[in-house]
């Protein structure tokens, strides 16, 4: 049973915005931290962002200013809203979520690609 289903990803031109979305499974229970990581090819999986339900976001250098993370509790679903896309954002993103009994989950990863 998948648990972290993502939606969002696509193709856009540099410049342009995206927004994921990432639905946990209410099998799942509580959840501690919802967060997005990436993987571009040839290279390894990074954070990108990271929110708990009591504290700020987290973000890397590379997506501060551009990246936003958010999450509705009541929908168990976490955002990335991805503004000015730059051709190196493109990669595979995914969703990760750590549950209150400390199981960590993965989603299967959207992809997106930015052209110049």
């Known amino acids: 049973q998948v648990q972290l289903v993502e939606s969002g990803g696509g193709s856009v031109q540099a410049g342009g915005s995206l927004r994921l979305s990432c639905v946990a499974s209410?099998?799942?229970?509580?959840?501690?931290?919802m967060g997005w990581y990436r993987q571009a090819p040839g290279k390894q999986r990074e954070l990108v962002a990271a929110?708990?339900?009591?504290?700020?976001?987290n973000y890397a250098d590379f997506v501060k200013g551009r990246f936003t993370i958010s999450r509705d509790s009541a929908k168990n679903t976490a955002y990335l809203q991805m503004n000015s896309l730059k051709p190196e954002d493109t990669a595979v993103y995914f969703c990760?979520?750590?549950?209150?009994?400390?199981?960590?989950?993965w989603g299967q990863g959207t992809q997106v690609t930015v052209s110049s």
């Open positions: 990760q979520a750590w549950s209150a009994k400390l199981i960590e989950y």
């Open positions: 929110l708990a339900s009591a504290g700020r976001p």
């Open positions: 209410p099998t799942i229970g509580s959840i501690n931290v």
